[in-house]
Each structure stands twice: as structure tokens, then as C-alpha cells.
């Protein structure tokens, strides 16, 4: 009976807990682990070395895992607990929130750049002034917001997309984001670890708004700020929905073409094999903000190959990284 008979499938995890998974997840499961086979190969790797034996697998459902929210839909989450407010007059809500205002904070996500594959951290704020007293239970702005965080993202589009998704679900007076985001600078990894003026991660500070959110300069977002209560936040850098920005992400900075040069020619089988990852993923490859991703994925890593990177890449994780500034061109709250 189709693909649980075959042996070919072990669904135990590392925990020894049994997973169900589907038939179609199996087979994307499959074909990402084929790939980055491909890339271990390209990187001069023996794929059957102990160390790295399962790697293709730990990899392929890290990134399924991380992307799942291509197969979500809002509004399965948002039907059942959309609920009215009680004990209020009509029209007027409060919600437990402040002038009407619900707000979450602090919420952990983390997402995958969109030019670069590279995973990024994500500290989200998100809230709404309900409208004809519907509320949402809270939890849900959380579930909503990871809906988007898990799928290839760039904040500002994360950011929109949460704020549409929920206004179209809770149909409120307005909802309000913003973002932290911080992503690993690329590919000019000699440099993080070399160079002690380098700071290794760049940021980025991003809000949107709908309804009464709509005007960056609306009170309600006063409201929103002094509720987040950010320390020291640099309310006029956020970036706001409809400003220009190429992109946030370094792969695509003048410094990471300049180091790149170095890595030489990249193997065309290596950018195939990303592009079928990106496919296997639910994402269309030829979406022109992935058109790029492959080869500059495939570069990412090529830096693997040319350094004694895994001796400085532990030291990076294990060492602190709170105390992290950021480089002159991004947008910054400390
Ligand atoms: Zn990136």
C-alpha cells in the first residue's frame, strides 16, 4: 500500500518517535535529499562518510520543517477562534488591550531569505484594534504570523502579508506589525571572523499597517510603539510599506560580488540542484526574486570548500552574539 510498504521510507525520527507523513511529502522529501547529495559531491565530499551519511536527510526535513507554511491556510487557523468581546457597549472595544489595541510581542520566528536561502531571525510585534466586536484569540496572531515566516520570505513582504492575511480573516479597525530581523552577513564569511570591525549579522527593522495602520504618522501607532515599548528604537527607520529597497539581503551587496570573484566558477549541476529544492519546496523557481538564489546559494556554500571554516563557524555560534551591532546601511533599532 503505496509508499509505507516499500522499506524505503523510515519515518522514525531521531527521537525514535514515528511520523506520519504523506506520500507527496515523502517524494519532495526524496528528491531534496538527492540534491543536496549533489552539493555535497560539488563540494568534494565523500557522501557516505559516517559524519555525513544522514546529513541529506536531517537537511531535507529541516527545510520542509522550515517551509511548511506553503501548505497552511489562514484561514483554517483564524475560523474557529475569531469570538465576540463581551461585556462591552456597541462598537466599542477594548479587548484587554489599550484604546482597543490587542497586541502581541516578543514573538521568536525565523524564516529563509528569499535571495540567498540563508536562514534569518525574526523578533515579531503584532496587534489589531478590533472592529465590530470580533477578537481573535491571541495565540492566533502567533500562528498567523508563522503561517508566512515559514515559507521563503523578505521581511517587508513577511510583514505585508501577515498584516493582509489578517485583515482580510478578522476584518478589524486596523492591524500593525513590525519585524526584527537579523541576517548572517554573506558571503564574505573570512571577513566576520578576521576583520574585528565587521559585525556578523545585518539588520534590518521593518513595520506594516492597514486600515487605521495605514498612515505610518497615525496615532494608533504611538500606541503600538509605547505598547511594544522597544528600548531605544529608532521609530523613524523603520521601513515602512511601499519605500524602495532593492533588496536587504547581503548576497546581493557590491562587498559580496567583490569576494565571490574568488570562489571562481560554480558548478552548473550544483544550481540545478537548488533550483529543484526551491521547486520541492512549493516555490516557484523562475518567481523573480529566486531567479538568483541558486547560484548565490551555490556560492554561500562554495565558501565551505575554500577555507577552514568549521573550526571558525563553531567558534562564531558558541560565542556571544547579543551584544551585536549593525553596519552603517541597514535599518537599526539599538
Ligand atoms: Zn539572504
Known amino acids: 500500500m503505496g509508499c509505507y510498504d516499500d522499506g524505503s521510507f523510515n519515518a522514525e525520527l531521531e527521537n525514535g518517535v514515528n511520523s506520519i507523513i504523506s506520500c507527496e511529502e ?3 522529501r526524496a528528491a531534496i535529499e538527492d540534491a543536496v547529495k549533489v552539493l555535497l559531491l560539488g563540494l568534494g565530499e565523500d557522501i557516505n562518510r559516517e559524519g555525513i ?13 522550515g517551509t511548511r507554511g506553503y501548505k497552511q491556510k489562514v484561514k483554517d487557523i483564524v475560523e474557529d477562534a475569531l469570538f465576540p468581546e463581551v461585556g462591552l457597549d456597541d462598537g466599542v472595544g477594548h479587548a484587554g ?10 514573538l521568536d520566528l525565523f524564516s529563509y531569505c528569499e535571495s540567498c536561502l540563508l536562514p534569518f531571525q525574526i523578533k515579531c510585534h503584532v496587534g489589531y484594534v478590533p472592529s465590530g466586536q470580533r477578537v481573535l484569540g491571541l495565540s492566533k496572531l502567533s500562528r498567523v504570523s508563522e503561517v508566512f515566516a515559514k515559507r521563503l520570505q523578505e521581511p517587508q513582504r513577511m510583514g505585508d502579508e501577515v498584516c ?12 500593525a506589525i513590525v519585524l526584527q530581523c537579523k541576517h548572517i552577513h554573506f558571503p564574505d564569511v573570512e571577513s566576520v571572523f578576521d576583520d574585528s570591525n565587521h559585525q556578523p549579522w545585518f539588520k534590518m527593522l521593518v513595520s506594516s499597517g492597514t486600515g487605521v495602520f495605514e498612515n505610518k504618522n497615525a496615532d494608533e501607532w504611538t500606541d503600538f510603539y509605547s505598547l511594544v515599548n522597544f528600548r531605544g528604537i529608532k521609530v523613524e527607520k523603520v521601513h515602512a510599506k511601499g519605500s524602495s529597497d532593492p533588496s536587504w539581503c547581503p548576497s546581493q551587496s557590491p562587498l559580496s560580488a567583490k569576494v ?41 556554500l562554495m565558501n565551505f570548500q575554500t577555507s577552514n ?26
Not at 493582509?164 to 492591524?175: D, T, Y
Not at 563557524?313 to 553596519?327: A, I, M, P, Q, R
Request: glycine fraction near 10%.
Open 26 to 28: 515523502e517524494g519532495k
Open 53 to 65: 551519511r544522514k546529513t541529506p536527510f536531517r537537511v531535507a526535513k529541516a527545510l520542509l520543517e
Open 97 to 106: 488591550g489599550v484604546g482597543g489595541l490587542v497586541i502581541v510581542r516578543d
Open 164 to 175: 493582509a492575511a489578517l485583515h482580510q480573516e478578522i476584518k478589524p479597525a486596523g492591524v
Open 260 to 300: 565571490s570573484s574568488k570562489v571562481g566558477s560554480i558548478s552548473p549541476v550544483m544550481i540545478t540542484a537548488v533550483a529543484s529544492i526551491i521547486k520541492s519546496l512549493g516555490e516557484d523557481p523562475s518567481r523573480d526574486e529566486l531567479v538568483g538564489t541558486p547560484s548565490r546559494f551555490v556560492r554561500w
Open 309 to 334: 571554516f568549521d573550526t571558525k563557524l563553531n567558534n562564531f555560534l558558541l560565542g556571544g552574539t547579543d551584544s551585536l551591532n549593525t553596519n552603517g546601511e541597514s535599518n537599526e533599532e539599538e
